[in-house]
């Protein structure tokens, strides 16, 4: 098992920027890939970035050049640096550490965390 836990969340304005923080317990020596996703209100969860254990990334193109995803393995923490937010940004943020090894297969899931984006 894997408990992921976000913070960072808030309310800034536009073109203002936040950090997102995923901290994760557990099992983490089976975690592989970990991602950042998120929810608008009245819409589908999309996955914002994503970050392989080796250190690999992939963005969304609505985040692409704006965000930056990074995982520090030793501290089994992973981030989310937001620039230039705009107010389409607003939702919550979720974390996803999928395991690996004995764990794979699995998608562990934190709280999330609520970003609000002013105009």
């Known amino acids: 098992q894997v408990q992921p836990v976000e913070s960072g969340g808030g309310l800034v304005q536009a073109g203002g920027s936040l950090r997102l923080s995923c901290a994760a317990s557990?099992?983490?020596?089976?975690?592989?890939?970990m991602d950042w996703y998120r929810q608008a209100p009245g819409k589908q969860r999309e996955l914002v970035a994503t970050i392989t254990s080796a250190g690999s990334t992939n963005y969304a193109d609505s985040v692409k050049g704006r965000f930056t995803i990074s995982r520090d393995n030793n501290k089994s923490t992973l981030y989310l640096q937001m620039n230039s937010l705009k107010p389409e940004d607003t939702a919550i943020y979720y974390c996803?550490?999928?395991?690996?090894?004995?764990?794979?297969?699995?998608?562990?899931w934190g709280q999330g965390t609520p970003v609000t984006v002013s105009s």
């Open positions: 557990g099992s983490i020596s089976a975690i592989g890939a």
């Open positions: 996803a550490a999928q395991g690996a090894g004995v764990l794979s297969g699995y998608t562990y």
